[in-house]
């Protein structure tokens, strides 16, 4: 059983009597939890009583904690053998593992495909340099610098997906290049918000939003006023008094964004954020920020990242072929645009 969450939940109460039906009164409460994922996660949602929303909010915490434990590539957990454990006997031998595992492995070489390569969760020998040298940079401004070129070539010999080889009948996973690792950051949290959002939901969570550290997913619409739910796209510009650039109606739909802001360090007074296009192994330099829109969060987590590596005009194609999908591109000089259907979900 795990520890209960309740204390370090902030549970507030809104309520607004349900008077379409004349007996049930249901309340919006709200909660959040920070050390999942490293970031934090929100839960917005109707229940009858405080008690229950709770319930709820544990069901989801409890959920999202374990995918969090298997999908760890820094930290070991007693008795788990999560994504770290894999990466720690690359060339060694296979690990067996949980089936939530294999299926986010499997989750991902789709998205791959998809992506043509530019979201690859086999990209981990190349993106620790990155996290490396990013780290190093941000705790020592004065002698920040650059990855050379020469170790990422070397080091993204060592990013083939396909030697990534799961197998299902013993539920294992052997990464067969010793030099390789996994890294799910791009994929991992959206995958695991849809999981846990879809689990509370047959627990009977029918009314509600979930963040994750700003992957939202939202289940169905407001209980109260049949509204979908209002999902704000956060302006870039974090020294504006603006906060939301956009506010989207959502009803049983996914927002992911992924943006130069949320990590980066500076070198010689440029910034370097950390999503690394697979070909240049060069933050990509093409958008500020990038939003997806469509229902499976996890696949809005993986596009985020893949789309934000590829120029508009190859973007745009991939995005309106995937149906009931929309991206949202703001340029760095601030310009906007986005696909066909992405205007029906913009309130203001
Ligand atoms: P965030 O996790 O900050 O919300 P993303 O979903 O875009 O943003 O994921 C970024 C993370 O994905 C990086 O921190 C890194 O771990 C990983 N990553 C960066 N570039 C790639 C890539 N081309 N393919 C796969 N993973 C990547
Ligand atoms: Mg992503």
Same mark, same amino acid.
């Given at each position: 059983m795990s520890k209960k969450i309740i204390a370090c939940l902030l549970i507030t109460v809104? /309520?607004?009597?349900?008077?379409?039906?004349?007996?049930?009164?249901?309340?919006?409460?709200d909660a959040s939890f920070l050390e999942l994922f490293d970031t934090v996660t929100t /839960?917005?949602?109707y229940a009858g009583t405080k008690e229950e929303f709770t319930e709820y909010a544990q069901i989801i915490y409890d959920n999202l904690k374990e995918y969090h434990e298997l999908y760890d590539i820094y930290n070991d957990y007693e008795g788990i053998n999560n994504i770290k454990i894999i990466n720690d006997y690359?060339?060694?031998?296979?690990?067996?593992?949980?089936?939530?595992?294999?299926?986010?492995?499997?989750?991902?070489?789709?998205?791959?495909?998809?992506?043509?390569?530019?979201v690859n969760i086999a990209f981990g020998a190349v993106l620790k340099i990155w996290h490396d040298y990013r780290t190093r940079g941000i705790d020592n401004p004065a002698e920040a610098e650059l990855p050379p070129l020469d170790i990422l070539e070397e080091k993204s010999l060592h990013t083939d997906i396909n030697k990534v080889i799961i197998d299902e009948k013993d539920s294992t996973v052997y990464l067969e290049d010793s030099e390789m690792s996994l890294d799910v950051g791009a994929i991992a949290k959206g995958y695991a918000t849809e999981?846990?959002?879809?689990?509370?939901?047959?627990?009977?969570?029918?009314?509600?939003?979930?963040?994750?550290?700003?992957?939202?997913?939202?289940?169905e619409r407001k209980a109260d006023s049949k509204e979908a739910w209002?999902?704000?796209?956060?302006?870039?510009?974090?020294?504006?008094?603006?906060?939301?650039?956009?506010?989207?109606?959502?009803?049983?739909?996914?927002?992911?964004?992924?943006?130069?802001?949320?990590?980066?360090?500076?070198?010689?007074?440029?910034?370097?954020?950390?999503i690394?296009?697979?070909e240049t192994l060069m933050p990509a330099d093409y958008f500020i920020s990038l939003s997806i829109v469509c229902r499976d969060s996890g696949m809005a987590d993986a596009l985020s990242t893949a789309v934000f590596n590829i120029p508009y005009e190859q973007g745009l194609e991939l995005i309106e072929k995937i149906p009931d999908t929309e991206a949202l591109w703001i340029f760095k000089n601030g310009d906007v645009k986005y696909s066909s259907d992405f205007e029906s979900y913009i309130t203001k």
């Open positions: 809104f /309520i607004f009597p349900l008077t379409a039906c004349g007996t049930t009164e249901l309340k919006r409460y /839960i917005t949602g690359a060339g060694i031998k296979p690990v067996k593992v949980d089936q939530r595992i294999i299926d986010l492995l499997k989750f991902a070489k789709e998205a791959y495909e998809l992506s043509d390569g530019k999981q846990a959002a879809d689990f509370a939901y047959k627990k009977g969570f029918t009314s509600g939003s979930l963040s994750v550290g700003g992957n939202v997913r939202t289940l209002k999902i704000g796209i956060q302006n870039p510009d974090s020294d504006s008094d603006i906060k939301n650039l956009y506010i989207l109606d959502l009803e049983n739909l996914s927002l992911v964004t992924s943006g130069v802001y949320e990590r980066y360090y500076t070198v010689d007074g440029k910034q370097y954020h950390h690394i296009d697979p």
